[in-house]
């Protein structure tokens, strides 16, 4: 049976290879989502917007809560809020999608030649996809209620990067063990609901005593939450040795999941 390579420089490899394909795939799962729609692609805008006014509602009208300021408005808290939540809805796609990936794409096992391990990649660009457009709805947000938005939000593709890597980590080994333990499918949805609110995204980290926030710093999306907004909203000094941590463990994650894929991979096609 084939071995399939798994040192750290393979995965460029097949990326640059099949650059093509990638794209071709990534473009076909971002439209077919909205495909036979009425709305289309707009669907994609409504989503978050719904979302938001739900999340603002309970939390600055009925829970009261606040990120500081007594005097805040509800608009700069929909804003704030906003910010986490689409960090975490990139998140919560790739990784709730990647225990199926292989089981829904069979005809994809069945043909040799073809790169099983560009499927996490193809899902992270549809997710990215969506994640642009909710920026992008965000920024209307902030002009439109003045709200500054500060250069150092040029930096966000820079501060994401170690989150995508461990994205991309974590999607490969779940995308393998989808393939033999099919319960990872639930699972997983409920741990990326945990992540939501163990995150700093509807209460700010401050508000937990210390001990609470030590542990709430091991969850993977609280410090990309905390930086996308110091950048973006508050033009506060990034914190670059954090930073540089995650990224060694963003790394860390993308390699030992590329390589967990790529030596389990030669059983997807007995099992399934």
């Known amino acids: 049976m084939k071995n399939h390579p798994v040192s750290p420089t393979a995965v460029f490899e097949t990326l640059a290879r099949n650059r093509g394909l990638l794209w071709e795939l990534t473009k076909r799962d971002f439209v077919s989502r909205y495909k036979g729609s009425i709305f289309g692609l707009a669907w994609s805008l ?7 006014a739900i999340y603002t509602f309970v939390f600055s009208v ?29 998140f919560a796609e790739c990784l709730v999608r990647a225990p199926t990936l292989i089981v829904t794409n069979t005809n994809y ?27 992008v709805v965000l920024m209307f947000f902030c002009i439109l209620s003045g709200t500054p938005l500060h250069p150092a939000g040029l930096l966000l593709p820079v501060l994401l990067l170690p989150l995508l890597l461990m994205i991309l980590g974590f999607s490969w080994f779940l995308a393998s063990l989808g393939v033999y333990l099919r319960d990872f499918a639930q699972v997983i949805g409920m741990l990326t609901t945990v992540a939501l609110f163990l995150a700093p995204i509807f209460y700010p980290i401050s508000a937990l005593p210390p001990a609470y926030q030590s542990l709430l710093i091991l969850n993977p999306i609280t ?21 540089a941590i995650s990224l060694v463990v963003g790394l860390t994650v993308f390699y030992l999941g590329f390589a967990w894929f790529q030596k389990t991979r030669r059983g997807f096609a007995d099992v399934l």
Request: hydrophobic share 60%.
């Open 46 to 52: 409504f989503n978050p917007l719904l979302m938001l």
């Open 62 to 90: 009925a829970f009261k809560a606040r990120w500081g300021a007594v005097d805040e408005s509800q608009v700069n808290f929909a804003i704030v809020l906003f910010s986490g939540l689409i960090v975490h809805a990139l």
């Open 109 to 135: 096992v069945k043909k040799v030649v073809f790169p099983l391990e560009i499927l996490p990649l193809m899902t992270m660009g549809s997710a990215l996809g969506n994640f642009m457009v909710s920026l």
């Open 223 to 243: 410090l990309p939450v905390l930086q996308v907004r110091d950048a973006l909203l508050w033009g506060e000094p990034l914190n670059w040795g954090a930073w």
